[in-house]
């Protein structure tokens, strides 16, 4: 080994070091007790060890009902979204329609549109509806996703047309062509659009801000932030709440890390 | 995430419905997709359009203003603090994932160690898969000015940290560094992606030419990732530029003198803190006015400079 790659790799591992402390320091403060934790210099090791400060949460926020309604919001939103998107971008790909590219140009341009711009109005079309405070008011406007249509309607122009106009001869219906012969063809786009459109509503926090006020509707990450701002538990306890909100995400992560960072990198969509 | 007027037409194989096709088919397609769109994209976009000429409080009945919210931009200093916060806060983002994340992205395409190359990977990555909430929380404490990692690790190697988020001169940095740690995994993704199409050959000609370490990377690399590097700057940008998660959670108010207060927490402030419907439409549209400015920009500055294989 050149001592050149020796250098880099060292450099290279203290980066990644790095970055990991802070969530380091985070997990080992919330396995310790109150009066341990938060010790100058910093304990990297949770010894003495305690779960405690878990069996804590629960006093202070709804820990599981939150996490249930982080769950429904993101899953009915990536199932409603998916199923929308993939249904406009097979007629947008293969459907023939007065005004379809115009259309689709619209849809496009409005990819422009900062969210921020649409969301007084989408309050008091909300409030009319008084879906306020309802986890409606989170997963129904997260059902049109227009990036992810024009990422199927590119993907499915990719797969030769000759292929649905053979089927079309044989009788089969646009139904059956999208679902048996396209689908099962787009399997990479779905899992990249299904990750992205999870991870953006798991982690979603100026939506619950502005559409949600109870406790026990709330996702995890407000549920989080009332739990610093009111509340008084010990800085531990939040800690555990926020060990307790990151550790499976991070494990999910591992778990499917090459089609989650595939999917980053063919949609170049930040977070 | 680029619209180009080629990416509308339907390519060369365009789909030759004929006269007996037909249409209802496809608008029963993408009639769901269209129907959510005016719901909830088009009809608020009019929506916040209209506001904007208005003064409403959500409450009393709404009264046509005229441009008095416009005019009131102009003599606004807070919105002002705002916008050149923005304006700082999405430069510096910039410059600093940029820079950071080629560097690591380089780094990492040269190692050959498959394990350390995994570990420093998923390490950058980790952060970005966590929510804005949990990272800016969590930074509070690491930040904290008496027991915080970060004070302490410093004043070991004898820096006196400042007290990040009281002090007007340091919050706005401090937000900068956060958003570093957390987003860098993202500009570090896409580039290695990026670097992955430079075709070795030319690295290797470049080198047998006698060229070394720095010159194959300023005259081969650079050139070759230009139109990755213009991409990953434009994300950065728009996504710094409506930053709003972190600054909300760690400085609610704005932080000391308004030091980060960013345009999109403006916008929140004024429309659902003091119920000032019509000016925060308005502000929301000047926000929407520098997207499309930006997005322009991209269009016109990328034909010119974007080194094209």
């Not at chain 2, 804005?132 to 004070?151: E, M, N, Q, R, S």
Request: proline share 6%; hydrophobic share 55%.
């Amino acid at each position: 080994m050149r001592p050149g790659r020796l250098v880099l790799g060292v450099v290279l591992f203290i980066v990644g070091v790095l970055m990991l402390a802070p969530l380091v320091w985070l997990i080992v403060q919330s396995l310790m007790p109150e009066g341990d934790a938060f010790s100058l210099p910093p304990s990297w090791i949770p010894k003495p060890f305690s779960l405690a400060n878990f069996k804590g949460i629960d006093g202070l926020i709804p820990f599981w009902q939150m996490a249930l309604n982080s769950v429904i919001v993101a899953v009915v939103s990536t199932v409603g979204s998916m199923a929308v998107s993939v249904l406009a971008a097979y007629g947008f790909s293969r459907l023939p329609f007065r005004g379809r590219d115009r259309l689709f140009a619209l849809m496009l341009a409005a990819l422009m549109v900062p969210g921020q711009m649409t969301v007084i109005p989408v309050f008091i079309l909300m409030r009319n509806l008084h879906m306020i405070d309802t986890l409606q008011a989170l997963w129904l406007p997260a059902l049109i996703n227009v990036f992810a249509i024009f990422f199927f309607r590119q993907y499915f122009n990719t797969i030769p047309r000759e292929l649905d106009e053979a089927a079309r001869i044989d009788g089969a219906s646009h139904g059956w062509i999208l679902f048996r012969m396209i689908l099962p063809l787009s399997g990479p786009a779905l899992a990249a659009m299904s990750i992205l459109s999870f991870e953006g509503s798991w982690n979603n926090y100026f939506g619950p801000l502005i559409f949600l006020s109870s406790h026990n509707k709330m996702t995890l990450p407000i549920g989080l932030v009332t739990l610093q701002a009111g509340q008084g538990g010990s800085s531990t306890v939040v800690f555990a709440a926020i060990t307790a909100v990151v550790v499976p995400v991070l494990v999910v992560f591992l778990i499917f890390q090459r089609a989650f960072v595939a999917s980053i990198a063919s949609a170049g969509i930040r977070g | 995430m680029t619209a180009a007027p080629s990416l509308v037409s339907s390519g060369s194989r365009a789909n030759t419905g004929g006269p007996g096709h037909r249409s209802w088919v496809g608008y029963a397609f993408v009639s769901p997709a269209v129907l959510l769109f005016v719901v909830f994209i088009l009809g608020p976009f009019v929506a916040a359009i209209i506001l904007s000429f208005y003064s409403w409080d959500m409450l009393t009945p709404s009264k046509f203003h005229g441009i008095g919210n416009f005019t009131k931009m102009f003599s606004d200093p807070t919105l002002y603090k705002a916008l050149s916060n923005t304006f700082i806060f999405a430069i510096a983002s910039v410059v600093t994932h940029l820079v950071g994340g080629l560097l690591l992205a380089v780094g990492v395409n040269r190692m050959t160690n498959k394990a350390l190359s995994y570990f420093v990977r998923t390490s950058l990555f980790f952060p970005f898969v966590i929510s804005w909430a949990a990272v800016a929380l969590l930074w509070k404490y690491v930040l904290d000015p008496t027991f915080g990692i970060v004070t302490y690790y410093l004043g070991q190697i004898g820096i006196n940290s400042p007290n990040w988020f009281i002090d007007p001169h340091w919050a706005l940095t401090a937000i900068i560094g956060i958003d570093w740690w957390h987003t860098v995994g993202f500009t570090f993704i896409i580039m290695l992606a990026g670097l992955q199409t430079v075709p070795t050959e030319l690295i290797e000609a470049a080198r047998s030419d006698g060229c070394n370490g720095w010159q194959v990377f300023w005259n081969v690399t650079i050139p070759l990732m230009s139109p990755t590097i213009f991409f990953a700057g434009i994300i950065t940008f728009i996504g710094a530029f409506q930053i709003f998660d972190p600054v909300q959670i760690i400085t609610p108010n704005g932080g000391p003198n308004n030091s980060t207060l960013t345009i999109v927490m403006y916008l929140y402030q004024q429309g659902f803190q003091a119920f000032q419907v019509g000016y925060a439409s308005a502000v929301s549209l000047l926000v929407f006015a520098i997207m499309a400015l930006v997005t322009a920009l991209q269009f016109w500055l990328g034909r010119k400079w974007v080194h094209s294989a």
